[in-house]
């Protein structure tokens, strides 16, 4: 009995057993919040169908009836997702919501059957995914309901950045570029030009929620997209409240916290699953700049203050092709300056390209990693570099502030800021 047990636990996920015991626990898991909701079908009945597609999954690989089977129980469990939606739009059920729970049973049969087929990855993320669609319903209602019509084209021309032109490009591509030759990846570009402009929408939709309840979700959530409006920001509170310069002090703390959250990710995410290492290097650096940030900010400031911030529409095609555009322009001269001056020459262009855009200076350096062209210590220190004059130039846009103690505050604190980078550089190059 012990054997039969220990065999048991250490079955992997390719014996078939392990993977339909594993179907029917995701489907137990869609069917928990159709449950709790008490909607017509619930946790038995999700198991099963989950279950079933993984039984008939399992006949399609063995046998030859199993692949008509498997179209089968598709049509079954359609045709019971029909029979229940129509319950439902007559009302006989008592709740007219029955079409969620007609899709969601499909959705269940497709995921017992890619468990079952051995991609198991896929089959958890889509029950995972499934399944925050239902628990979030009353979110996602309000969220769209609340869209304006500026909104709702923006966030349209984001998908079609990010679902359809992406397919479109190609993997790898070499460009010439006076005598030289420099390898680049359309795609991988365009994934980050797209990462960006979605943090930039993440972050407006935070900020329009929660904008007027404290300085760290106006300060870091609003860094995330513009530090600039941050700081413009700022700087008319001041102008309002002289009183309230620490609050202001800490809030643009807080967007270089957050400018340098987002190129770390930036370096970090775009690095996993390459050939080249992870860029594990910049961790140092820029997680110093972003607790220096942070604990000033703490320290400065009371939390209790709040200040709201007005950012502009939450997507633009204008703005995303600038920024491509920008991006572009400094990978090309980053490349040409390291192949004429060395190393020094792309950190001359990164600190340069910080002024206009931390954000697109770190993604060349780290497309420049990936292809080979810097080392982890030239890819982290020119991240570094422009993720510093991104600090400078809101230190100079503070400066034209006719309040002294804000102009004061805000330069000394940059200065900690610049010498923790500094000081972390020192120790990469070490």
């Given at each position: 009995?012990?054997?039969v047990a220990l065999?048991?636990?250490?079955?992997?996920l390719e014996e078939p057993v392990v993977r339909i015991a594993l179907a029917g626990a995701l489907g137990m898991f869609l069917g928990l919040e159709r449950e709790w909701s008490q909607k017509p079908a619930g946790i038995r009945t999700f198991s099963l169908i989950s279950l079933l597609g993984a039984v008939f999954a399992v006949l399609a690989q063995e046998?030859?009836?199993?692949?008509?089977?498997?179209?089968?129980?598709?049509?079954?469990?359609?045709?019971?997702?029909?029979?229940?939606?129509?319950?439902?739009?007559?009302?006989?059920?008592?709740?007219?919501?029955s079409l969620t729970t007609s899709v969601s049973m499909l959705v269940a049969y497709g995921v017992g059957a890619l468990v079952a087929a051995g991609f198991i990855v896929e089959g958890i993320t889509v029950a995972v995914l499934s399944s925050l669609l239902l628990v979030l319903k009353r979110e996602l209602h309000e969220f769209?309901?609340?869209?304006?019509?500026?909104?709702?084209?923006?966030?349209?021309?984001?998908?079609?950045?990010?679902?359809?032109?992406?397919?479109?490009?190609?993997?790898?591509y070499v460009v010439e570029f006076f005598g030289i030759v420099i390898p680049?990846?359309?795609q991988v570009i365009w994934l980050m030009v797209v990462a960006v402009a979605g943090?930039?929408?993440?972050?407006?939709?935070?900020?329009?929620?929660?904008?007027?309840?404290?300085?760290?979700?106006?300060?870091?959530?609003?860094?995330?997209?513009?530090?600039?409006?941050?700081?413009?920001?700022?700087?008319?509170?001041?102008?309002?409240?002289?009183?309230?310069?620490?609050?202001?002090?800490?809030?643009?703390?807080?967007?270089?916290?957050?400018?340098?959250?987002?190129?770390?990710?930036?370096?970090?995410?775009?690095?996993?699953?390459?050939?080249?290492?992870?860029?594990?290097?910049?961790?140092v650096p820029l997680g110093a700049v972003i607790l220096i940030a942070v604990a000033v900010a703490a320290w400065s400031a009371d939390w209790g203050e709040s200040t709201p911030i007005d950012l502009e529409s939450p997507f633009s095609l204008k703005n995303a092709l600038g920024f491509g555009a920008v991006f572009?322009?400094?990978?090309?001269?980053?490349?040409?300056?390291?192949?004429?001056?060395?190393?020094?020459?792309?950190?001359?262009?990164?600190?340069a390209s910080g002024f206009v855009s931390s954000a697109g200076a770190t993604t060349s350096a780290v497309v420049l990693y990936r292809g080979g062209q810097l080392g982890p210590a030239e890819a982290t220190i020119a991240i570094l570099l422009a993720t510093v004059s991104s600090i400078v130039v809101k230190a100079m846009l503070a400066a034209t502030s006719t309040n002294h103690d804000f102009r004061n505050q805000v330069a000394t604190t940059s200065a900690l800021l610049l010498l923790g980078g500094a000081v972390a550089s020192v120790l990469i190059v070490i």
């Open positions: 009995m012990n054997e065999q048991l636990a250490d079955a992997p046998t030859a009836v199993g692949e008509g089977l498997l179209v089968l129980g598709g049509v079954l469990v359609i045709v019971q997702g029909v029979l229940l939606a129509v319950q439902g739009l007559l009302g006989k059920d008592g709740t007219g919501l769209a309901w609340g869209l304006s019509r500026e909104e709702m084209r923006s966030t349209t021309e984001f998908a079609i950045l990010a679902f359809v032109i992406y397919p479109l490009l190609p993997g790898e680049l990846e359309p943090i930039g929408i993440v972050n407006y939709a935070i900020v329009s929620s929660y904008g007027g309840r404290g300085i760290a979700v106006t300060g870091f959530f609003g860094g995330l997209a513009s530090s600039t409006a941050v700081v413009g920001t700022m700087l008319d509170h001041v102008r309002q409240r002289p009183e309230a310069a620490t609050y202001a002090v800490a809030a643009i703390l807080l967007a270089n916290a957050a400018m340098a959250a987002r190129n770390l990710a930036i370096a970090v995410g775009f690095t996993i699953g390459g050939e080249t290492a992870i860029l594990l290097e910049a961790i572009l322009v400094v990978l090309l001269f980053g490349s040409l300056a390291e192949t004429w001056f060395g190393t020094l020459g792309f950190y001359v262009t990164a600190i």
